[in-house]
């Protein structure tokens, strides 16, 4: 048994060796953080390990005891959207929206360590995330508000 | 879980005929694909104003992306004097909206959005009337604004819609002739207007077929052939009936599967099946298919015939005669199909992300033998289908294993699966030949396309040559399919529209003319001329012959009763093509919603760009070899172009899809880019791999 902190809480996990994918959606129903491909290859399960993104498809929970971990359930504080869920919302960037919490934990990812990302920054952070439905220009233009938004504290 | 109408619902209930426009089109995709398409009830509840002020509206349509939960928001809210936050829209459960056949060939806006809208109408003239008998005045000095009924005259003279029907159980007739707003008049319609469902997709609220859990749900895992066409011999699951948490492995009528209390104790079980598999050796591989199309080629459809060919090639200064081919492409939405089944009482639950939840419960119905009524399909968010969705199996296999375990059961496909066991857009081979004078004027279009597929009426689309030409053929084919083909955005239309505006601009480059005014020469279609002038303009395009090494490039098309044009400018580094950006117009009517058609736009260009640059679906002896994302390319945001959409429709000119057109030029605006930048014209989809 090991325990892992999730969105702030202290979880327990009985099995080191069990994917952190299935254990986050199917353990504790956590299904926010979506299964895309299984491979590490679209993004759809990134989660945030000590604030640096993760595919969580390709890990197991042993691998990040002792971290702490945040889903897409966890970002949003006291029930106020996180600015980059807030700059997906106001740049309506997503149409199915499966892939759009791997983003959203991607891009605050990116912008948890470079504070003002240029064009080029952003889309090669984001270039291992897929979205089939093709928004990445609003994806684009969400995290460049989300940037100046946190950078500038403009609201 | 949302209770179904009933008829003694406090409020005001609008009622109407479920099924508009029913049967469909002879020879249209869902009359030749679902013909278990039958409506079971004949009216139902469009519309309910609650006693609390605000709406909900009922549609049988599903969410898959297309943002029509918001459309269709807009549309009532507007009618109904609400503002947008007032109206809820419940979509796609068999239990509590009326009757639809499914969603596909863009029909939501145009079909049922105007439903919504008429009664939305409708429930606005009954309330009109409540508060002339409340307020004792005139209907005619009377105006619905925000929820409330004002008099015209004395501002202070009002009546709320709650107030006029609380404690009332009132139902009215949905009238066809009900007096919709002008559109000069819409306060939400034609406005930009953000998602109703935006919260939920950013915080992870939004629940995916993928997402539903039940109660002691067990996960399944089935066994799948190895091979397109494999006859399963034999299983031996003695090892895996005994691993920890398997519950049961089913074996029933050619379906095998391991149900288990987790999703790895299902895989790891599966794993173990000892499974003996006769497979077919003898299956042709990608490269055949070409060649198959045309030796196969049966059912010839003539879309267009005037004049006579042989006076038109005649009369031509120059004849040109080109082969193009397109190769199947995977759909590869985002999120696998899944359902979860659930039976109760002898009732069927299932959770299934179809772009068909009647046509579900139809296929569930009478596998099981049962009455429709028994059964419910619930299609929640659904991550994505592009057509493909139509076909939605698993939610049988879900049922049927769910009944042989007497518990819920989840059965949700690997990315492998879904890649391999979905439906695949059609492979055509098209021939055009075409007859031109020296200026640029076409007198004779022949276009014989075959596309792949058990269905003839898949080539039909988008076939029709929309330039003024004296002398036509268009005969279309359907040819042996080695692969299952099924819908896909803008099925067929998408793959005619590359051939026919690749080999317009080959005509271009034949006599030395700007591709976009040789276009103009030979388009008198108003709507067509408005569009590739207005994406010309938005693109800054300025006349040149090509190649001129520039990188620019141009189409125009015709689907769902949408006009659009595009524009693009490409880089090219040896193979690797590199689209810049693209500016398009598009005149689907009235717009109901900007902000939506643009995404949607926006989207089909970047898929249409797959298609042209990356995407073929490859696969020997039965075997699929780009069933993943390792081997199957799709854009990524570093393949994204910038896009700039101008809407150009009439806003009184009624609403037709702006889901789909999008794709139709994109293919060959960037196969004409390249030869403008290159020289090299590329006849071949998909372009990075045919560049040499």
Redesign the interface.
């Known amino acids: 048994m090991i325990t892992i902190r999730v969105n702030g809480e202290a979880r327990e996990a009985p099995d080191p060796d069990r994917n952190l994918l299935s254990y986050l959606r199917y353990d504790l129903g956590l299904t926010g953080t979506k299964y895309g491909c299984g491979e590490g290859l679209c993004g759809a399960c990134t989660v945030l390990v000590d604030g640096q993104p993760l595919r969580s498809c390709m890990a197991t929970v042993g691998s990040v005891a002792g971290g702490a971990l945040t889903t897409i359930e966890g970002l949003a504080e006291g029930g106020r959207l996180h600015p980059v869920q807030e700059a997906f919302v106001a740049e309506s960037a997503m149409q199915c929206g499966y892939c759009i919490p791997g983003f959203i934990m991607a891009a605050t990812g990116l912008l948890n360590r470079e504070a003002r990302p240029s064009a080029a920054q952003i889309r090669e952070a984001l270039a291992e995330n897929m979205c089939r439905c093709g928004t990445y220009q609003r994806i684009q233009r969400a995290v460049e508000r989300a940037a100046e938004r946190l950078a500038g504290g403009a609201s | 879980m949302t209770e179904a109408v009933r008829t003694d619902q406090e409020g005001l209930r609008i009622i109407g005929q479920v099924a508009m426009g029913f049967p469909p089109r002879p020879g249209s995709y869902a009359s030749v694909a679902y013909n278990n398409a039958r409506p079971d009830v004949q009216e139902a509840t469009w519309l309910l104003v609650r006693p609390d002020g605000t709406a909900v509206a009922y549609a049988g349509k599903v969410?898959?992306?297309?943002?029509i939960r918001s459309g269709l928001a807009v549309e009532v809210a507007d009618e109904l004097r609400l503002p947008l936050g007032a109206v809820e829209v419940v979509l796609g459960d068999t239990e509590l909206v009326p009757w639809d056949m499914g969603t596909f060939g863009s029909q939501s806006t145009a079909r049922v959005g105007l439903q919504l809208r008429k009664a939305a109408a409708t429930a606005r003239e009954a309330l009109l009337e409540l508060a002339a008998a409340r307020l004792d005045l005139p209907v005619g000095d009377l105006e619905a604004r925000d929820g409330r009924v004002w008099s015209r005259r004395d501002a202070s003279r009002s009546v709320s819609y709650g107030e006029l029907l609380a404690g009332q159980q009132l139902a009215r007739d949905l009238l066809d002739d009900a007096p919709l707003t002008p559109a000069a008049e819409f306060s939400i319609m034609g406005r930009p207007a953000?998602?109703v469902?935006?919260?939920?997709?950013?915080?992870?609220?939004?629940?995916?077929s993928?997402?539903v859990?039940l109660p002691g749900m067990l996960?399944a895992k089935v066994l799948r052939p190895p091979s397109y066409g494999a006859r399963l011999l034999e299983v031996d699951a003695s090892v895996a009936e005994r691993l920890p948490g398997v519950v049961q492995v089913v074996q029933e009528d050619g379906l095998v599967a391991v149900l288990a209390e987790?999703?790895?104790q299902a895989e790891q079980a599966a794993r173990l099946l000892q499974a003996r598999w006769e497979e077919r050796a003898d299956q042709p591989s990608h490269l055949d298919v070409p060649d198959l199309l045309a030796r196969t080629a049966r059912e010839g459809y003539t879309t267009q015939e005037a004049g006579s060919l042989e006076e038109g090639f005649a009369a031509a200064d120059h004849v040109l005669e080109t082969v193009y081919y397109v190769p199947y492409v995977s759909n590869?939405?985002?999120?696998?199909r899944a359902a979860v089944a659930r039976w109760e009482d002898g009732r069927l639950t299932v959770w299934a992300g179809t772009q068909r939840p009647f046509g579900l419960r139809a296929e569930l119905a009478q596998h099981f033998g049962m009455d429709e009524a028994d059964v419910r399909v619930i299609a929640p968010?659904?991550?994505?289908g592009?057509g493909g969705k139509s076909i939605y199996t698993v939610g049988l296999e879900a049922a049927r294993l769910a009944r042989a375990a007497g518990r819920p059961v989840r059965v949700?496909l690997?990315?492998t699966e879904e890649m391999m066991w979905a439906t695949f857009r059609p492979a055509a081979l098209i021939q055009v030949k075409s007859g031109f004078t020296a200026d640029g004027t076409i007198l004779a279009w022949q276009f014989t396309a075959y596309h792949a597929g058990e269905r003839p009426f898949i080539g039909r689309r988008g076939s029709e040559c929309p330039y003024h030409v004296p002398h036509v053929n268009v005969t279309v084919y359907a040819a042996e399919s080695p692969l299952r083909t099924g819908s896909y955005r803008s099925l067929g239309g998408a793959v005619n529209h590359f051939a026919r505006e690749s080999h317009v601009d080959e005509i271009a480059a034949a006599v030395g003319m700007d591709p976009v005014e040789l276009r103009l020469r030979n388009l008198t279609h108003p709507r067509f001329r408005r569009v590739l002038e207005a994406a010309a303009r938005e693109f800054g395009w300025s006349p040149g012959k090509a190649p001129s090494g520039r990188g620019v490039g141009a189409a125009i098309g015709l689907d769902v009763g949408s006009y659009v044009a595009e524009c693009v400018q490409v880089d090219v580094q040896g193979s690797e093509v590199k689209v810049e950006r693209v500016a398009a117009a598009l005149d689907c009517g009235l717009t109901v919603n900007p902000?939506?058609a643009r995404?949607?736009m926006?989207?089909?260009?970047?898929?249409g760009l797959g298609t042209a640059l990356y995407e073929a679906v490859d696969f020997t002896a039965g075997r699929l070899q780009t069933a993943?994302?390792?081997r199957y390319r799709?854009?990524?945001?570093?393949n994204?172009p910038?896009?700039t959409v101008a809407l150009v429709g009439d806003p009184e000119t009624p609403s037709t899809g702006a889901g789909e057109p999008g794709i139709v030029p994109i293919a060959a605006a960037i196969a004409n880019a390249v030869f403008d930048r290159t020289g090299t014209r590329v006849r071949e989809l998909p372009l990075q791999r045919h560049l040499r």
């Open positions: 969410e898959y992306g297309q943002g953000q998602r469902d935006a919260v939920a997709r950013v915080t992870g609220a939004a629940v995916y993928y997402d859990l996960f987790s999703d790895a590869a939405p985002m999120e696998p968010e659904i991550g994505g592009f949700a690997t990315r902000e939506g995404n949607q926006e989207g089909s260009i970047v898929m993943g994302f390792a799709v854009p990524r945001i570093n994204a910038a896009i």
